[in-house]
């Protein structure tokens, strides 16, 4: 009889150590966006980004939560232009594992709440490699 092995999902938020710009240790959360389709960070209180935004942290890594709400914004590049021709935004608040969607998102999951996904493989692949492992 063959043994069955049990493979674990891949984890839906990593803990990293993270230096900012000034020097400063701090800790962020990254999790897997899915409107986006990229990762996301979010500083941990009483650390900040290199901007002074900090979000306070509670539950767990499996089911994280995090006040206030997160803006995520970049310049956006529509193919065939050479420069950014508006800021594309992505604003969520995470509770209980939940992702919330804010109608001021620019993608397809704006005004939806969807549970927080697994980290592609990729993502944990990079992270062994950065530890050593």
Known sequence: MAQQITLMPNP??????CINIDGRVGTRHYYWCPGCDTLHGIAIRPH????GAGWEFSGTLECPTYAPSQLTTWPWWP???DHP?????CHTFIRGGMIEYLVDCM???????????????????EEGESDGQ
């Open 12 to 17: 839906i938020v990593i803990a990293r150590q």
């Open 48 to 51: 900040t980004a290199d901007n």
């Open 79 to 81: 193919k065939g232009h």
């Open 85 to 89: 021709s508006e800021t594309f935004v």
């Open 107 to 125: 993608h397809d999951l704006k005004g939806q709440t969807v549970p927080l996904p697994p980290l592609p493989d990729w993502v944990l692949r």
